[in-house]
């Protein structure tokens, strides 16, 4: 619980490298519950230095794969700060979520990325992930979200 303000300031971060922080309506209280609360819906690892000074973190979650199976893993963010990018801190994150993912018998870890960030799907490549481009991701949200769940059966 002592990171969250942590972990918030981390999103925040990377709505704002993102140009989507006026999407941003997550609060501590919010981000608390969903973490550490009863039902925990999310993880998080944070990477420090050596004088425990934060560098970044990642934001996982499992879900289901009914092709495989098997249960997945999705990475929601992996943020670094700007000052260490390239010195292998995403690396290492991304490899202790993969480690995470294997240890709990998922048989496969997933992530997007925005088509602009270019510096992102090079570093993606590099460690051989393939790009899904053959799928297109759709959202509800909102008020789009509460008209479908509030639909009469005769909709």
């Given at each position: 619980?002592?990171?969250?303000?942590?972990?918030?300031?981390?999103?925040?971060?990377?709505?704002?490298?993102?140009?989507?922080?006026?999407?941003?309506?997550?609060?501590?209280?919010?981000?608390?519950?969903?973490?550490?609360?009863?039902?925990?819906?999310?993880?998080?690892?944070?990477?420090?230095?050596?004088?425990?000074?934060?560098?970044?973190?990642?934001l996982f979650f499992h879900n289901f794969s009914t092709f495989l199976g098997l249960p997945g893993m999705y990475l929601e963010d992996l943020y670094v700060r700007p000052a260490r990018r390239g010195s292998g801190v995403g690396r290492a994150l991304l490899r202790h979520v993969a480690r995470v993912a294997l240890e709990r018998g998922c048989g496969r870890l997933e992530w997007s990325v925005l088509d602009w960030n270019q510096s992102a799907i090079s570093f993606y490549m590099g460690l051989g992930a393939q790009s899904s481009s053959e799928w297109t991701g759709y959202r509800l949200h909102g008020k789009a979200l509460e008209r479908l769940a509030e639909e009469s059966e005769q909709g």
């Open positions: 619980m002592a990171d969250i303000p942590l972990i918030a300031a981390f999103i925040r971060e990377l709505a704002e490298y993102e140009r989507l922080l006026d999407e941003v309506t997550m609060t501590e209280e919010r981000l608390a519950s969903s973490l550490f609360g009863e039902r925990r819906y999310a993880e998080a690892v944070i990477a420090e230095d050596e004088d425990h000074q934060p560098l970044g973190f990642a």
